[in-house]
């Protein structure tokens, strides 16, 4: 987690990362830092979810995907 903290202070809008299959939508100064969470069978399939990040609204959805994808 320290890079993504060293770009999280950085000057973006969005930090994305992955690997924990956990869903997670946090601000750090003006960034934000995202993570999707996951969508495959290995995680349970009421876990299973995806971002959609709309940079025109500055906005951030999670939608919950289960056994549709």
Known sequence: R???EALAADDYDYVCH????????REVGGTTVLNPGAHFPTVA????TIAVVDTQASKVTFHDVGASV
């Open 18 to 25: 992955g690997h924990w299959h956990v869903r997670e939508r």
């Open 45 to 48: 399939e009421e876990h299973r």
């Open 2 to 4: 320290p890079v993504i």
